[in-house]
């Protein structure tokens, strides 16, 4: 829009002041305005549209130098252009995070095990672009890639899901069903309980606030469990882990539980060896950048489930770039149901 591109001022982009072992507050972030350089050649100006709050940004707060920038997917398009292949118009899922517009030359390599920092938004045939940042991106892939490579599921098995009404977490449960598996989610909230046993298909689904984890799966899985998703970590994990069968597979997608501890007093869980040999576990952790080169394959894949109705994708959206840290620590605290997106 020419009128938006007269009236462009700059970019404001937030970054994180202090690594900190405990939630963050807005103080704890500075909110920086600047003029962005003109463009190279190779270079393109991007307005951003979406942004994604994701749970890692508190994984690597003591991993990087303080000040940083605060990273994640964004969807953006392109304002001015000095790149032929990204003509004004085209649209750039990035990884350039929390900010409203960017200056980047999106010709860059995707090294193996990295993550990608530039791709033109896939045809998500009329889905919505959002998408882009959460069931059709990296949280689908996550998901996706990372239930069926590790957990192996077999038709008939039973899966257990945590994080189960999050971004991953419930995309992990409707998959698992389209396998054919038994579904058991745990999930923070008794709406949320209800949202995925109703909307989603679980089996059966509990809230951990409230239920005895051990009781709970006894009675949901008596046959014990084959597959566990772990997106949160912690006792719960083990609770669940001391229920599966022999040989059953445990993908360690994340531990939420203790993203905002101190890493040197994490909170204590049982000890998990003598279950992990007795029962011959495998228990596998990964981070999705392994798969970089299969994210067009399983972007592809995702988007034909969604659009047969076999994924049903949720977006929990906030509207406004002032409001992008309230929606980072409402994810962090599980305000979010399905995928936690700002609308710039
Ligand atoms: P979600 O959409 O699931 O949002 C985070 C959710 O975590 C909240 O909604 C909240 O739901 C839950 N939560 C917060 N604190 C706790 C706690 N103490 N115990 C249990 N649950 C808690 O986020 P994502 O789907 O984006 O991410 C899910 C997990 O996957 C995270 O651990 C993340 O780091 C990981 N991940 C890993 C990747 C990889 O490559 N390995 C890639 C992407 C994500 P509730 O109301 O249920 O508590």
Redesign the pocket.
Do not use: E, H, Q, W
């Given at each position: 829009d020419a009128n938006e591109i007269e009236d462009f001022a700059g970019s404001t982009e937030i970054t994180l002041k202090n690594a900190l072992k405990r939630t963050p507050k807005r103080d704890d972030y500075e909110i920086i305005k600047f003029e962005l350089p003109a463009l190279k050649n190779g270079d393109i100006l991007l307005k951003m549209e979406w942004i994604s709050v994701?749970?890692?940004l508190r994984?690597y707060h003591n991993k990087y130098n303080i000040p940083y920038d605060q990273f994640g997917y964004t969807l953006g398009i392109v304002i001015e252009s000095k790149n032929d292949e990204y003509p004004v118009g085209t649209r750039v899922v990035t990884y350039e995070g929390w900010c409203d517009y960017c200056v980047v030359n999106p010709n860059k390599p995707v090294i193996p095990g990295q993550r990608i920092l530039y791709y033109k938004l896939p045809d998500l045939k009329g889905l919505p672009m959002s998408m882009s940042v959460g069931a059709l991106g990296?949280?689908g892939v996550?998901a996706y890639l990372?239930f069926l490579e590790i957990c192996k599921p077999q038709e008939g098995d039973t899966v257990v899901v945590?994080?189960a009404?999050?971004?991953?977490?419930s995309l992990v449960g409707q998959i698992a069903k389209i396998k054919g598996c038994k579904v058991i989610g745990f999930?923070?909230?008794d709406d949320?309980v209800q949202w995925i046993e109703e909307e989603l298909g679980f089996d059966k689904a509990f809230n951990?606030k409230t239920v005895n984890i051990s009781a709970a799966i006894k009675e949901a899985a008596p046959n014990g469990v084959d597959c566990y998703f772990d997106?949160?970590g912690?006792e719960?994990s083990s609770l669940i882990i001391n229920e599966m069968n022999d040989f059953g597979r445990i993908a360690v997608?994340?531990?939420?539980?203790t993203y905002n501890n101190d890493v040197c007093q994490l909170p204590k869980a049982s000890i998990l060896q003598p279950t992990v040999v007795m029962k011959q576990l495998k228990m596998e952790g990964?981070?999705?950048w392994r798969w970089n080169y299969r994210f067009p394959e399983a972007i592809q894949q995702l988007t034909e489930l969604v659009l047969n109705g076999k994924l049903n994708p949720k977006e929990h959206i906030t509207v406004g770039f002032e409001n992008v840290f309230d929606a980072f620590v409402g994810?962090?605290n599980?305000e979010?149901v399905g995928?936690?997106v700002i609308k710039i």
């Open positions: 994701d749970p890692s994984v990296m949280p996550t990372g945590t994080g009404a999050g971004a991953v977490g999930a923070g909230s949320k951990y997106n949160v912690g719960i997608c994340g531990s939420i539980s990964f981070v999705v994810m962090l599980g979010n995928k936690a």
